[in-house]
């Protein structure tokens, strides 16, 4: 079973920036990717940004060019770094790993999330 922690969450004023990490814990066989994923109230889950065990990036069209996800040199953590905040990035922040249990089993993990707000 695998544990994903969240952290770096919080109260920004527009134009801030934040920084979101997530540290996965636990046996995982191979590790896909990672990413974050962000949902509002009665709406539904948006993909933020994702990085593949090769390196490669996806953002989401709202986040381009503000928002840059990277990794730790283990791979088994991940980071979000929020430039230019905006009150419609508010949300709660979800961490979300995908890989292999063994050779065979796909797995997909969540993150209990995370809750960031953009306000002044």
């Known amino acids: 079973q695998v544990q994903l922690v969240e952290s770096g969450g919080g109260l920004v004023q527009p134009g801030g920036s934040l920084r979101l990490s997530c540290a996965a814990s636990g046996s995982i066989f191979r590790i896909i990717g990672m990413g974050w994923y962000r949902q509002v109230p009665g709406q539904v889950r948006e993909l933020v940004a994702t990085i593949i065990e090769g390196g490669g990036t996806k953002y989401g069209d709202s986040v381009k060019g503000r928002f840059t996800i990277s990794r730790g040199d283990a791979k088994d953590t991940v980071y979000l770094q929020m430039n230019s905040l905006e009150p419609e990035d508010t949300a709660v922040y979800y961490c979300?790993?995908?890989?292999?249990?063994?050779?065979?089993?796909?797995?997909?993990?969540w993150g209990q999330g995370t809750q960031v707000t953009v306000s002044s």
């Open positions: 979300n790993l995908w890989g292999y249990s063994d050779v065979t089993t796909h797995r997909e993990y």
